[in-house]
């Protein structure tokens, strides 16, 4: 288990040994390019890879109206962060726990209230185009408001969890949190009768090992990683794409300003998930409508 640990000091940090400009131009000179061009150049990037995986964050649902946690209009940066213990006190009280997470007040019902209300925006349906299209082969996401799955991407590792769902914290079994019954407290698993938790992975809790290990794996395939609206900043999601480039493989991040990561990207678009991901989806489709319609030479068949 090589991986197992998925922290700050774990493998996915601190690698070196990469750079920018392994595409086909300088970080620098790419940077420069004008938004159209440089969605091209993602699309080329995309077919030209055999397995790329997308990455997703914060930045990815924002457009859907979901807060984020941190930054500009963060609920943690306006109402201050949740404890750091919050799965020890699961851990010591899990009755206590599920009171506050079925209270009707307070920042977890605000937050619940909006994951709800959320619906996908034009970039989730690009995202699904580009698996169906057989480009994207699978999207790790550190979101919780499960927008990818509603939308219909089949292949999607939930690095945080689902906040629709719970989970058994002894056997990993899920449920729809709606159809689990918490008429007492802690609610109980229908499989093996252990303690349910809500999926959403808290503070101090680690990631469920059967996504662990799917992103694990689909980090090790990824020849090229798509990154859309995320800050690349907290770990473990942070280490797949420095995997990937000290692998030599290829980065593309999508988003509206430069983060930790912009540097050790290939290509860089910057546009919003909502925006950049409906235009390079047709970038992609367009090109493979040209290869099916053409022969080696680019000529009509
Ligand atoms: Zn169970």
Redesign the pocket.
């Known amino acids: 288990m090589p991986y197992a640990n998925m922290s700050p000091d774990g493998p996915y940090s601190g690698v070196s040994g990469c750079g920018p400009g392994r595409y086909s131009l300088t970080g620098t000179l790419q940077k420069a390019l004008p938004l159209k061009d440089s969605i091209e150049l993602a699309a080329d990037a995309l077919l030209e890879h055999d397995y790329v995986v997308g990455l997703t964050g914060a930045g990815m649902s924002v457009e859907s109206g979901i807060r984020p946690f941190r930054g500009p209009g963060g609920i943690w940066t306006e109402r201050g962060e949740p404890p750091l213990d919050d799965y020890r006190r699961f851990v010591l009280n899990p009755a206590a726990y599920w009171r506050e997470l079925l209270s009707p007040q307070g920042i977890r019902h605000e937050l619940q209230s909006s994951l709800e209300s959320a619906e996908p925006h034009q970039g989730y349906h690009a995202m699904v185009e580009l698996e169906s299209l057989g480009v994207v082969k699978y999207i790790i996401t550190q979101n919780i408001d499960g927008l990818h799955r509603k939308t219909g991407s089949k292949n999607v590792a939930e690095l945080h969890g689902n906040h629709s769902l719970c989970r058994?914290v002894?056997?990993?079994?899920r449920s729809d949190r709606v159809d689990v019954d918490t008429t007492v407290l802690p609610p109980r698993?229908?499989?093996?009768?252990?303690v349910?938790k809500d999926d959403v992975v808290v503070f101090g809790e680690p990631i469920p090992r059967d996504v662990g290990e799917i992103c694990i794996e689909q980090t090790e395939r990824a020849d090229c990683m798509l990154l859309v609206g995320t800050s690349a900043y907290v770990y473990p999601a942070a280490g797949f794409p420095l995997r990937v480039a000290e692998r030599g493989r290829t980065l593309v991040e999508i988003g509206p300003h430069p983060t930790e990561i912009s540097d050790l990207c290939d290509i860089v678009v910057r546009g919003t998930a909502a925006a950049a991901l409906p235009a390079l989806s047709r970038a992609v489709a367009a090109r493979l409508v040209f290869r099916s319609t053409s022969d080696e030479n680019g000529k009509a068949k």
Not at 170 to 173: L, S, Y
Not at 189 to 194: F, L, P, Q, R, Y
């Open positions: 058994c002894d056997c990993g079994a698993c229908g499989v093996c009768g252990g349910m």
